[in-house]
């Protein structure tokens, strides 16, 4: 049986060879046969797409579960973005004025965000302080 390979370590050289083949001379054929102990496909440059920023869409996975848990991935990130914005926006809105309906507002937000498993039990009590002392400076 042969060792597994190490795939933290071998999918960013994969990548990089990707990316650089021409100057590297890598041919797709010596690149997939980089890749063959990996659960994932090679997807090459000209297939990159632009997903947030400077993330791409680079390995795909090619079982059935790396799919799947790639699509319930996206699910729940679509999800939780509006959640986390909300929380966000309520904290920034409790430091710059601190009023009672502010505070109640940043205090569930935060809340819900623990509760969904978002934001750790301990980063929400410390923020929450955090705003609390400010508004009692206030």
């Known amino acids: ?20 083949m021409d100057e590297l001379s890598f041919s797709r054929r010596s690149l997939l046969l980089l890749n063959q102990r990996l659960n994932m496909r090679i997807v090459y ?13 680079l390995p795909m996975p090619i079982t059935k579960s790396a799919i799947k848990k790639q699509r319930v991935d996206k699910k ?9 914005g909300r929380v966000k926006t309520s904290i920034k809105e409790a430091r710059i004025k601190t009023t009672p309906e502010k505070l109640k507002s940043a205090y569930s937000a935060l809340d819900r965000a623990v509760k969904h498993h978002l934001v750790p039990k301990r980063r929400a009590a410390r923020l929450k302080s955090r705003i ?5 400076k206030n």
Not at 1 to 20: G, L
Not at 45 to 57: D, L
Not at 132 to 136: E, F, Q
């Open 76 to 84: 729940r990130t679509k999800q939780n973005l509006p959640l986390l």
């Open 45 to 57: 440059p000209e297939q990159w797409t632009v997903n947030r920023g400077n993330c791409y869409n």
């Open 1 to 20: 049986m042969r060792p597994r390979t190490d795939e933290a370590r071998v999918a960013p050289m994969i990548i990089v060879a990707a990316e650089r």
């Open 132 to 136: 609390a002392k400010k508004s009692k």
